[in-house]
């Protein structure tokens, strides 16, 4: 029997009643007597109750602490499993990237390791051994951090310092390939050897500087013809519908005359120019899904073979966008509005300054800097 004031239990090796019972905060007990003289459990019990009364008439004493919840093991997996039921990122494109780091590297190296053991030496030495770019190393450890902090919300480790962020990748902010950027002289050459729709996908991307992304999501309804604006209300990544990439991507944004007649032209030109058709249907779809990124970067490859130009990807359209806004002397106030960014600082990652107007500002210090008068 178990109550409040204590338990009888039977040792069933010496046939002993024993009164198990907690003296202040410590687990004791006290022979009753052996079983021929009590045969049964309630008499036994009956018997203890001096043993009773003194464990009642004692203060309340607090039980034993539990261990904290921090403190059960959970394995790298089956916090994975938790993750991406409850904080992986909604956007399509943003969780398949991140898949890609968990399924090929982390799942294969720590999957059946607790998460208390990825410790920041073992996850250095182990990224120093991968033959990727310290671009890549650094997103992986990212994940770490985000599986980490997720563990934190959870309750499964305690609050403290992430351990991921002792983890030095050096380089990671470096590019290992300078973006392209093409001066306006190539940009031309390039467009002519462009067929259609390709050569207004470039003049779209080019002129006003959109993601692949966003340039393929635009449907005919999204073009304000007469203010000159285009609603960017959706991207497109693998054939799949998604988000913008951001909240300041989600903007109307203005595009020029020009923009606005190579528009024209190819709506002329395509079988697809209902309002809900895509601007850049594919044939090979029959209209059901705009050009893939691939197949339009697989012409702007051929095109620049053609023109002569370096090999560019369809990515370099919003560098080099960024590099004529400066060519032209917008502010870098203006150029990040332009660009939809949060902030200047990401701004200045984009694009480069034209080595004709770099050396033309630099003539102009010297001529300052030396003039006697």
């Known amino acids: 029997m178990k109550h409040g004031q204590g338990s009888v239990v039977l040792d069933k090796r010496s046939n002993v009643w024993n009164f198990f019972f907690w003296d202040h905060g410590r687990r004791r007990s006290k022979k009753i007597g052996d079983k021929e003289q009590y045969p049964t459990k309630t008499l036994a019990w009956k018997a203890a109750k001096p043993l009773r009364d003194a464990v009642e008439a004692q203060e309340p004493i607090a039980p034993p602490p539990q261990k904290p919840a921090h403190q059960e093991a959970l394995s790298v997996e089956a916090l994975i499993t938790l993750y991406r039921a409850e904080r992986m990122p909604k956007r399509i494109a943003t969780r398949r990237s991140a898949e890609v780091w968990v399924s090929n590297y982390v799942l294969p190296k720590w999957g059946k390791c607790l998460l208390t053991e990825v410790q920041p030496r073992p996850v250095q030495l182990w990224l120093e051994s991968l033959p990727l770019s310290p671009k890549s ?53 390039w467009l002519e050897k462009l067929p259609e729709p390709f050569r207004t996908i470039a003049i779209v991307c080019g002129c006003r500087g959109l993601r692949i992304s966003e340039c393929l999501a635009l ?12 609603n960017i209300e959706r991207g497109i990544v693998a054939g799949i519908v998604d988000d913008t990439k951001t909240e300041c991507s989600r903007k109307p944004v203005d595009i020029s005359p020009e923009t606005i007649a190579a528009l024209k032209t190819w709506k002329q030109i395509t079988q697809f120019s209902a309002p809900d058709d895509w601007v850049f249907a594919s044939p ?75 050396r033309q500002a630099v003539d102009r210090v010297s001529v300052l800097a030396l003039s006697k008068g």
């Open 137 to 189: 190393k650094s997103h992986i450890r990212s994940v770490l951090r985000v599986l980490w902090d997720f563990a934190m919300f959870c309750g499964h480790v305690p609050i403290s310092r992430n351990p991921m962020e002792l983890v030095r990748i050096p380089g990671s902010s470096k590019r290992m390939r300078q973006p392209r950027n093409l001066t306006p002289a190539e940009y031309q050459q």
């Open 284 to 358: 090979r779809t029959l209209g059901r899904l705009p050009w893939s990124a691939d197949s339009v970067r697989r012409f702007f490859h051929k095109a620049a073979k053609v023109a002569g130009v370096a090999d560019l990807g369809t990515h370099a359209m919003r560098h080099s966008f960024r590099s004529w806004l400066d060519m032209g002397g917008s502010s870098m106030t203006v150029q990040m509005k332009a660009m939809r960014h949060s902030s200047e600082a990401v701004t200045g990652k984009y694009g480069d300054a034209d080595r004709e107007v770099l």
């Open 219 to 230: 449907k005919w309804s999204d073009i304000d013809w007469l203010n000159r604006r285009l």
